[in-house]
C-alpha cells in the first residue's frame, strides 16, 4: 500500500495542467542483487505502482546500479541508471547518478538495509528535476541457502514542476530466494 502525492496532471491541452491530489497506490516490485566480485555488487530494481487518483496513472520506475563494496562488506558506493515512466505520458525520465547501499547481511536471521540513489537532472515534459529513489527496512533470512523475507519503505521523489507524482512511498514485504 502507497502513497502519491504532489505535481500536476500532464495534459497535452493548451488550457494548464491541474493539480495532482494526494492519492493511494499499489503495486509491485522486483529486486535483484548479485556480487559480481568480492568487490563489486550490483542490484536492479523495478517497480510498478497504480495511482488510485486524478487521472489514474501507472508510474513504472526501474534503476540499476553498481557498487565497489571494499572486501566484500554490506556497505557500497556506487553509480547507476534511472528510468522512470508515467502511463499517461509519452516521455521518460532518464539519467545517470550516484547510490550508497547498506546490504542485509544474510548470514544473520535479521538484518536491515537501506539504499539512496540520487540522480540529478532527469528531464521530462519540458523540465529538469532530480529524483532521489531510497529503500529502507529489516530482511529475514529463514534459511541459508534459502528463504528471505522483506518487510521496509521504498520511496521515489521527482519535484518535476510539469509532472506528476512528485512524491511516491510504499510499505513493501517481499519474499525472495538467497544463495
Partial sequence: MGNAAGGVIPS???TGNPPFPSSNANGFFVD???RLSRVYTATLHFG???IHGADRPVLTFSYGSLYYTPNGRTFGLGA???SLQRSSSTTSANEFGASAILLPDLRHHVSPYASVSYFPSAHTQ????GITTFQAGVAFAVSRPGIVIQ???NGLS???PNTSPSTLGNAVFGLGASF
Fill in 32 to 34: 535483484l542483487a548479485g
Fill in 48 to 50: 510498478d505502482s497504480a
Fill in 158 to 160: 521527482y519535484p518535476n
Fill in 12 to 14: 497535452p491541452a493548451a
Fill in 80 to 82: 547507476g541508471y534511472e
Fill in 151 to 153: 518487510l521496509g519503505y
Fill in 126 to 129: 519540458g523540465a529538469s528535476a
